[in-house]
């Protein structure tokens, strides 16, 4: 029961990852009918985003203090934080260690005009195109913005830590009355659970319960008629891209702690991703993100030893394995409808 | 001559000329000159060229002639090496039987792969492909570790059976040979003040090549191909004559799988290790990079682009700032360190940007590939600045109108 439920939690965090970026998949194919190889990497963006605010928190000027010396007797050079010299020491240094949290708020901007960038000088030009051409030249830009990151932040992973506040682990076995560190689950991953579940539930109202998410849906349908009655669709599908750029851009952010940033983590988890909207369907909204979770937990309960032990190596391709079932039992996946990408 | 008409054998013969001369046509810069750096006439890369040209060739025969997009080939070459390289281990160091085994071994899991895979269609295609190709290299690195030898990587070792070489002596490991003429040797030719290498493992590869570039000729041109044709153009048309093509596609799926499977024996072949980073999906899409580059269906595209590919790949990471530095020189300073910043960030470590950006360019405005972009110059040249007359098809493959997209 414990292992279960351990392992059950164990997969959370990396379903709530798989199941923003599919979401973020899912929305680009069902209003514009791309597949977006890029997708990764606007993932890995995100992610840089939390770097890159850390960094410029960090930003520190040197004075020298004449009282103290080094170790070789020279005066002492003590870093300063610019945040704390302006904002004083303990609210600078809170925003320092906020760094990661911040970061959501700093990279909602920037992964909006990344994804209008995206959407209005490329992906514009390739509606017409057939698929292959999408995939291809999506997969052109994600080589290309993965080797501009890694010309800015190197090749090495950037280790970037939560906030002091959440370093801890939560005993959740104590909680529900089992022995008291049989269960533990780091704070960090259950506020990614919890981020995720919010964004998640986020997009899903605004495209249910506001008129501009009705249009969108609309648009979906039928684009055409949406277009006929007077509908400016291919501005408010511009604005769906920027949104499902963001949401990957956050779930890079948030996951910046439990995975080092590093240059092509957006490739790794593009791979993923991409199985799991197939498996969910294409086009299916809910069925990208139960798939994501459905997914992150069979991984991880495959990585179970007793499990390990029957089947050795399953872990790794678990993911691959059910998909190939479901893509072949079930071709449109859990939750895919009708006439969606079928030849 | 060789059951081809009378372009296609003068085509095939200057591919043969152009692919025996490359020794001497890719050395075109004297040794010690200031461009020397541009010669790619040595080995190591010649036989890339020609490798890669061959899994370029064999892709396009998925790819170009009937429009399934796999994004799981480097599968095939990775298995064909790790095929070639227990054959080099068990049997024997001559490579015929090694590559022999690598096709085989590779057609069956592309025949197993194939079957499953082309169920489905489009978009469900490529990630199925994909999907496999991932699962081969997770589990290269995992659970079949005792036959692939997990991160090392397989490779020779002194104590290996080899039951037709007999018992080795020495303390060196062997070479592969054919029939006892080693693929390392070269015969180095100085003339004119230029080196030219020629390269045993080279030719080798290279009649390999023409011998593969023969046969996709022949495919090309056969009812097979046609058919092959039919499956891209219009499925359902070809459905409704009262053709499955099911078995079609298989077949081509099977047959560009040995084909990698036979690049992936001759890199073996050429280095006796195999690694599983070589099933990398990264490794698939640079074969669709290849013969994107070069232009997909056409039979000379695929090679073209393995060529510029790895011949660019090359030099580009061979250029670093100090070599830019020299080239820059008679610039204003200021002038010249900013020229020298913008082509630093594309040469040398910066390759896989030039990859990325040229790529890009080439699938929005060139969609056929350099092949296209030399009829076209070729047509601006002769047919001086015509405009199209409006019963110029513009949609030659007549593909259907896509699909709506329903959420």
């Given at each position: 029961m414990e292992t279960i439920l351990l392992q059950l939690l164990n997969g959370l965090d990396k379903g709530s990852a798989y199941a923003l970026i599919a979401l973020g998949l899912t929305l680009i194919f069902g209003t514009l009918g791309v597949v977006n190889f890029a997708h990764g990497a606007i993932f890995m963006i995100g992610a840089f985003c939390a770097v890159t605010l850390s960094r410029l928190l960090s930003l520190s000027f040197e004075t020298i203090d004449p009282t103290k010396v080094d170790f070789l007797g020279n005066p002492a050079k003590i870093k300063t934080p610019y945040v704390e010299a302006w904002f004083g020491h303990d609210f600078g240094g809170a925003l320092i260690d906020w760094a990661v949290p911040l970061a959501i708020l700093f990279s909602i901007p920037i992964m909006i005009a990344v994804g209008f960038a995206m959407e209005r000088g490329l992906i514009k030009h390739f509606y017409k195109r057939p698929h292959a051409d999408q995939i291809l030249v999506t997969f052109g830009l994600a080589i290309v913005l993965q080797e501009i990151i890694k010309y800015f932040y190197g090749a090495n992973p950037i280790s970037t830590p939560a906030p002091d506040a959440f370093k801890g682990s939560f005993d959740f076995g104590a909680m529900l009355g089992f022995d008291p560190n049989m269960i533990i689950y780091p704070y960090w991953r259950l506020i990614y659970f919890g981020f995720a579940a919010v964004v998640i539930g986020a997009v899903f109202s605004f495209l249910q319960f506001t008129t501009f998410g009705m249009v969108v849906r609309a648009g979906m349908a039928d684009r055409e008629t949406v277009g006929l009655l007077g509908i400016n669709i291919d501005r408010r599908f511009t604005i769906m891209f920027g949104l499902a750029a963001a949401v990957a851009g956050v779930a890079g952010v948030m996951y910046a702690p439990i995975l080092s940033p590093n240059y092509h983590m957006g490739m790794d988890f593009l791979v993923l991703s991409f199985v799991v909207v197939v498996v969910g369907g294409m086009g299916s909204l809910p069925g990208a993100v139960a798939a994501g979770f459905l997914l992150g937990i069979l991984e991880s309960f495959a990585s179970m030893n007793e499990i390990k032990a029957i089947i050795p190596g399953i872990d790794q391709i678990i993911i691959y394995v059910v998909a190939i079932i479901i893509l072949l039992t079930r071709p449109r996946g859990l939750m895919g409808r009708k006439g969606v990408m079928e030849d | 001559m060789f059951g081809l008409n009378k372009k296609d054998t003068t085509f095939l013969l200057i591919v043969i000329a152009l692919t025996l001369f490359t020794p001497i046509l890719m050395q075109p810069f004297a040794e010690g000159s200031g461009l020397a750096q541009f010669n790619g006439g040595y080995p190591d890369l010649m036989q890339k060229v020609a490798i890669f040209g061959i899994f370029a060739v064999g892709f396009n025969i998925l790819f170009g002639l009937t429009g399934y997009l796999s994004f799981g080939h480097a599968a095939f070459l990775g298995i064909g090496s790790y095929a070639a390289v227990w054959m080099f281990k068990l049997?024997?160091?001559?490579v015929i039987p090694a590559i022999l085994l690598a096709m085989v071994v590779s057609g069956i899991f592309a025949a197993a792969i194939g079957y499953v895979s082309l169920r489905r269609s489009g978009i469900y295609f490529s990630i199925l492909t994909l999907a496999f190709a991932q699962m081969c290299y997770k589990m290269a690195y995992s659970v079949l570790t005792p036959l692939?030898?997990?991160?090392?990587g397989l490779q020779l070792s002194l104590d290996d059976p080899r039951v037709l070489d007999g018992a080795s002596e020495g303390h060196s490991l062997p070479v592969t040979n054919i029939f006892g003429l080693p693929m390392n040797a070269s015969y180095k030719l100085e003339a004119l003040g230029h080196v030219f290498t020629f390269n045993v493992g080279f030719y080798f590869s290279a009649v390999i090549a023409i011998i593969a570039f023969y046969v996709a000729i022949r495919l090309f041109r056969s009812p097979f191909g046609m058919m092959l044709r039919a499956v891209k153009s219009n499925q359902q048309r070809m459905t409704y004559t009262g053709l499955d093509p099911k078995p079609y596609t298989l077949a081509a799926f099977v047959i560009s799988g040995m084909y990698a499977g036979l690049a992936g024996g001759l890199l073996a072949a050429m280095d006796p290790l195999a690694g599983a980073d070589r099933m990398l999906w990264t490794a698939s899409g640079e074969v669709v990079i290849m013969t994107i580059l070069g232009g997909a269906g056409t039979l000379m595209g695929p090679v073209l682009g393995a060529g510029v590919i790895k011949y660019l790949e090359n030099i580009f990471s061979k250029i670093n700032e100090g070599v830019l530095h020299q080239w820059f020189s008679f610039l204003p300073d200021g002038l010249e360190d900013l020229v020298i910043w913008i082509f630093a960030r594309f040469t040398g470590e910066g390759w896989h940007l030039t990859l990325g950006v040229t790529f890009m360019l080439v699938v929005t405005f060139l969609p056929g590939g350099l092949i296209e972009g030399l009829k076209r110059l070729n047509k601006r040249i002769k047919g001086g600045s015509k405009k199209r007359d409006k019963y110029d098809d513009p949609d030659p493959e007549h593909r259907p109108e896509p699909g709506k997209h329903v959420a």
């Amino acid at each position: 029961m414990e292992t279960i439920l351990l392992q059950l939690l164990n997969g959370l965090d990396k379903g709530s990852a798989y199941a923003l970026i599919a979401l973020g998949l899912t929305l680009i194919f069902g209003t514009l009918g791309v597949v977006n190889f890029a997708h990764g990497a606007i993932f890995m963006i995100g992610a840089f985003c939390a770097v890159t605010l850390s960094r410029l928190l960090s930003l520190s000027f040197e004075t020298i203090d004449p009282t103290k010396v080094d170790f070789l007797g020279n005066p002492a050079k003590i870093k300063t934080p610019y945040v704390e010299a302006w904002f004083g020491h303990d609210f600078g240094g809170a925003l320092i260690d906020w760094a990661v949290p911040l970061a959501i708020l700093f990279s909602i901007p920037i992964m909006i005009a990344v994804g209008f960038a995206m959407e209005r000088g490329l992906i514009k030009h390739f509606y017409k195109r057939p698929h292959a051409d999408q995939i291809l030249v999506t997969f052109g830009l994600a080589i290309v913005l993965q080797e501009i990151i890694k010309y800015f932040y190197g090749a090495n992973p950037i280790s970037t830590p939560a906030p002091d506040a959440f370093k801890g682990s939560f005993d959740f076995g104590a909680m529900l009355g089992f022995d008291p560190n049989m269960i533990i689950y780091p704070y960090w991953r259950l506020i990614y659970f919890g981020f995720a579940a919010v964004v998640i539930g986020a997009v899903f109202s605004f495209l249910q319960f506001t008129t501009f998410g009705m249009v969108v849906r609309a648009g979906m349908a039928d684009r055409e008629t949406v277009g006929l009655l007077g509908i400016n669709i291919d501005r408010r599908f511009t604005i769906m891209f920027g949104l499902a750029a963001a949401v990957a851009g956050v779930a890079g952010v948030m996951y910046a702690p439990i995975l080092s940033p590093n240059y092509h983590m957006g490739m790794d988890f593009l791979v993923l991703s991409f199985v799991v909207v197939v498996v969910g369907g294409m086009g299916s909204l809910p069925g990208a993100v139960a798939a994501g979770f459905l997914l992150g937990i069979l991984e991880s309960f495959a990585s179970m030893n007793e499990i390990k032990a029957i089947i050795p190596g399953i872990d790794q391709i678990i993911i691959y394995v059910v998909a190939i079932i479901i893509l072949l039992t079930r071709p449109r996946g859990l939750m895919g409808r009708k006439g969606v990408m079928e030849d | 001559m060789f059951g081809l008409n009378k372009k296609d054998t003068t085509f095939l013969l200057i591919v043969i000329a152009l692919t025996l001369f490359t020794p001497i046509l890719m050395q075109p810069f004297a040794e010690g000159s200031g461009l020397a750096q541009f010669n790619g006439g040595y080995p190591d890369l010649m036989q890339k060229v020609a490798i890669f040209g061959i899994f370029a060739v064999g892709f396009n025969i998925l790819f170009g002639l009937t429009g399934y997009l796999s994004f799981g080939h480097a599968a095939f070459l990775g298995i064909g090496s790790y095929a070639a390289v227990w054959m080099f281990k068990l049997l024997t160091m001559n490579v015929i039987p090694a590559i022999l085994l690598a096709m085989v071994v590779s057609g069956i899991f592309a025949a197993a792969i194939g079957y499953v895979s082309l169920r489905r269609s489009g978009i469900y295609f490529s990630i199925l492909t994909l999907a496999f190709a991932q699962m081969c290299y997770k589990m290269a690195y995992s659970v079949l570790t005792p036959l692939t030898n997990g991160e090392t990587g397989l490779q020779l070792s002194l104590d290996d059976p080899r039951v037709l070489d007999g018992a080795s002596e020495g303390h060196s490991l062997p070479v592969t040979n054919i029939f006892g003429l080693p693929m390392n040797a070269s015969y180095k030719l100085e003339a004119l003040g230029h080196v030219f290498t020629f390269n045993v493992g080279f030719y080798f590869s290279a009649v390999i090549a023409i011998i593969a570039f023969y046969v996709a000729i022949r495919l090309f041109r056969s009812p097979f191909g046609m058919m092959l044709r039919a499956v891209k153009s219009n499925q359902q048309r070809m459905t409704y004559t009262g053709l499955d093509p099911k078995p079609y596609t298989l077949a081509a799926f099977v047959i560009s799988g040995m084909y990698a499977g036979l690049a992936g024996g001759l890199l073996a072949a050429m280095d006796p290790l195999a690694g599983a980073d070589r099933m990398l999906w990264t490794a698939s899409g640079e074969v669709v990079i290849m013969t994107i580059l070069g232009g997909a269906g056409t039979l000379m595209g695929p090679v073209l682009g393995a060529g510029v590919i790895k011949y660019l790949e090359n030099i580009f990471s061979k250029i670093n700032e100090g070599v830019l530095h020299q080239w820059f020189s008679f610039l204003p300073d200021g002038l010249e360190d900013l020229v020298i910043w913008i082509f630093a960030r594309f040469t040398g470590e910066g390759w896989h940007l030039t990859l990325g950006v040229t790529f890009m360019l080439v699938v929005t405005f060139l969609p056929g590939g350099l092949i296209e972009g030399l009829k076209r110059l070729n047509k601006r040249i002769k047919g001086g600045s015509k405009k199209r007359d409006k019963y110029d098809d513009p949609d030659p493959e007549h593909r259907p109108e896509p699909g709506k997209h329903v959420a």
